[in-house]
């Protein structure tokens, strides 16, 4: 089998004397120069990536492969340069000077091995040649790598000439013994490698626990610095990501490559997945590199600080992504991004489907019990000015479930100037997540953050809408059939609606808002505002406010209320309720009952489509359900007190109620519809009303029952519903329901 198209024919040894002269350049093709010569050079495509190349100009403005001088603005403190929000450079032609195309000590190529077309030939090379020396495999040749390359200081592996298209430059191919990487420079300070194809073989081979990085820079012990690689193709890794520079290293370098597929597999359970490139090693640089169809992270950084993220443009084209560029991880620098920058990078759905474009925090990825600890804070870092895009192949335009996501455990952190585009579609299924023990987090969108003072978290971009933004990675492609909304995520216009996988929340444009089926049209819920938004057709808006009111106003006239659809709540709201709140008010929407329901901070209910739910739930002390009471008069709400009893109250003089619930209760404010008839506690308690699996209705306080419903046993007798009524004859305020629907218990 031919192995590689000879540029030379002799077998060029060491350049140490005149008897063994360097190559003579005019006896065959001159090598071809960086790309970073040729401002107007195109980028060549590589194996492994979509037919099409990815153009540049799928950001704000196109982008040559250098960028034209911009428009410079002038301040007191001298000239400032300002481009558009994505990758400045277009993959592969980010500018190294410092890289010579010529060797700069001895070298050798490699056309006649010794040892054949293996890892043993360039292995026996690298030691023979010694530190500072050139290792140059021919054009197109074709390497079985079978143990992994260990290069000396200061030595370069390179392809002949540096040719850049995939099929000139050599292959190092990964055969299905070799463990654990392809190269490693593992605590070795200046080595270089350049032009060449590594490909780790996961296509051919499978996944190996025995495998690790493709290629593994960096250290642990503080020598290995000035590390570089460029213009390399790396691909196909058996283990958890194509390319690695770990910490305790300086100044490692991984500039214009071409970097996936990397880890198989559309779903996140499957546990397949991989980075593109993982980088820990301190002021660092990572610039121009096109990352494709990575599967874990496609650029993780894990503080490195110091470190310059830039010009990257990461793609997702096949496969499911679930990070576009990670700062979530709080090891190995104890969360400390102090002056790392990630700006200027372009993140593309071109068919495929991304979890978060840049992840921010530790449990905005996965989430623990329990709240953000205090001793687990990211801080420091710099991210702007960055473009999430889309671009269709062939494939649609893909989706992506969070773009900028963070969440509260980071402090002293930039995020400006940041773009989402038009067009890209924002979307994920989180139906099947675990969300516990902190519920459903927000909704996909381009902009999420936790909700907090702001200043708390450092300097955000005010597009930012705050929310419960923990444990994103549980999202999966397609339509949900559940979200939960949160202020500035609900602003709809005539016309306008949210979909879910089967029913959806529309504003139609007469002026209602009702829930229907995306098919048949079923509606199973409807506000009334039908004709209130008379005159305003072009300016009506559906928001939810911060202070928790859901209504319909004049876009042109904020205070101008057309409808309001939360008349227990006073005009200003829930009091307190401010952007800087830790906890927000949120519409759930459902392709299950309830489809629509109002929750506050503290979890009441103070709108809901339905009052009726299953077995196995819990109302912990202060959780209320409101609902108008017969012809609207009042507002019924049913409480666990702390005392120990379930409560049935009534609003007086009208439905707005008196919020917030204080303890013992202001009868003044408050009718007494109807309670449990045991005991009140004499002291405040943990109290819970619980309907069980067994259908019992049971009052518990500090671990003890204090009352239930009996209505457990047999099957066709045992209550399987619990509902709430508008006090009706028809309805009562409580009532539990067997599976036939019949009545089992009521008030």
């Known amino acids: 089998m031919q192995r ?31 790309y970073h010569t040729h401002p107007a050079a195109s980028v060549p495509s590589a194996s492994g990536a979509p037919p099409e190349t990815i153009p540049i100009a799928v950001a704000v403005s196109p982008s040559p492969s250098r960028p034209a001088q911009p428009a410079r603005s002038f301040g007191s403190s001298g000239t400032s340069v300002s481009y558009p929000a994505g990758a400045i450079y277009a993959p592969g032609t980010w500018p190294t000077p410092e890289l010579a195309i010529y060797p700069l000590g001895d070298y050798r190529v490699l056309s006649d091995p010794e040892f054949g077309w293996t890892s043993h030939s360039i292995q026996a090379a690298l030691d023979a040649i010694g530190e500072g020396g050139t290792i140059y495999l021919p054009r197109s040749s074709k390497w079985d790598i079978s143990d992994t390359l260990k290069m000396h200081a200061y030595q370069e592996l390179a392809t002949e000439g540096y040719p850049t298209a995939d099929g000139e430059m050599a292959a190092l191919e990964a055969t299905q013994a070799c463990r654990p990487h392809i190269v490693t420079a593992w605590d070795i300070p200046g080595v270089r490698l350049r032009n060449l194809t590594i490909d780790g073989k996961h296509d051919v081979f499978g996944r190996e626990a025995e495998c690790g990085v493709i290629v593994q820079f960096g250290g642990s012990g503080g020598v290995a610095h000035n590390q570089w690689c460029d213009r390399c193709i790396i691909r196909n890794p058996r283990q958890w990501s194509c390319f690695q520079a770990f910490e305790s290293a300086e100044n490692v370098r991984i ?19 991989a980075d593109g490139i993982s980088f820990a090693a301190g002021n660092g640089l990572v610039a121009g590199n096109e990352i494709i169809d990575a599967t874990d992270g496609a650029i993780v950084v894990f503080q490195a600080t110091g470190t310059l993220v830039t010009s990257n443009t990461i793609v997702c084209y096949s496969r499911l992504l679930l990070g576009g560029i990670n700062m979530v991880d709080h090891a190995p620098t104890k969360g400390d991004y102090a002056h790392t920058r990630v700006v200027h990078n372009t993140i593309l759905t071109a068919g495929g489907y991304i979890i978060t474009g840049i992840a921010q925090g530790p449990t905005a990825w996965g989430a623990g019990p329990g709240e953000p600890a205090p001793d687990k804070i990211n801080r420091n870092a710099i991210v702007e000015r960055n473009l999430i895009h889309y671009q269709d192949r062939g494939r649609g335009r893909g989706a992506i479930g969070y773009g900028f996501a963070i969440s509260a455990d980071v402090e002293n952190w930039t995020c400006m100037g940041n773009v989402s585009a038009d067009g890209v579609v924002y979307e994920g299924d989180m139906g099947d997540g675990d969300w516990q023990p902190t519920g459903l987090s927000v909704a996909p969108g381009p902009f999420v953050r936790s909700a907090g003072p702001v200043e708390k978290m450092g300097r955000l971009q005010k597009e930012f809408v705050p929310g419960l933004v923990r444990g994103l990675l549980v999202i999966k492609p397609g339509r949900s059939s559940i979200l939960r909304l949160f202020p500035g995520q609900l602003q709809l216009r005539p016309g306008d609606s949210i979909p879910l996988k089967k029913w959806m929340l529309e504003f139609c444009r007469d002026g209602e808002v009702i829930f229907r089926h995306s098919e048949t049209g079923d509606i199973r819920w409807w506000a009334g505002s039908r004709g209130r938004i008379s005159g305003h057709e072009d300016t009506a808006l559906l928001e939810l406010t911060v202070s928790g009111l859901l209504r319909i106003i004049d876009s042109t006239s904020p ?12 005009a200003t709201g829930i009091p307190g309720c401010t952007p800087a709140s830790p906890s927000l008010p949120s519409l759930r929407i459902s392709d299950s009952q309830p489809h629509v329901q109002l929750v506050t901070p503290d979890n009441g209910i103070l709108l809901s489509s339905s009052y009726e739910v299953g077995w196995n739930c819990m109302f912990a002390t202060g959780a209320y359900i409101c609902r108008p009471s017969v012809n609207n008069e009042a507002t019924l709400v049913s409480v666990m007190s702390p005392y120990g009893q379930y409560m049935v109250l009534s609003t007086r003089g009208g439905m707005e109620m008196s919020l917030p619930l204080t303890w013992p209760l202001d009868t003044s404010k408050w009718y007494i519809i109807w309670q449990t008839p045991n005991e009140p506690l004499k002291e405040k308690g943990d ?33 399987k519903y619990f509902r709430w009524g508008d006090g009706s004859p028809q309805q009562p305020y409580l009532e539990l329901l067997t599976e036939s629907r019949q009545r089992a218990w009521s008030t």
């Open 559 to 570: 205070d101008q209320v057309l409808f309001n659809l939360t008349s227990p709540l006073p």
């Open 255 to 273: 500039t214009n490559c071409k970097i996936g597929p990397a880890g198989i597999g559309k779903d996140v359970r499957e546990g397949h997945w």
């Open 4 to 34: 590689f198209r000879p540029l030379w024919k002799p077998d060029l040894r060491r350049n140490n004397s005149s008897q063994n002269p360097g190559p003579s350049r005019p006896a065959g093709p001159p090598p071809p120069v960086p």
């Open 687 to 719: 109290c819970t009303l619980a309907f069980q699996g067994d259908g019992n209705l049971v009052v518990y306080a500090n671990g003890q029952a204090l009352w239930n419903t009996m209505t457990y046993g047999q099957p066709d007798k045992m209550a």
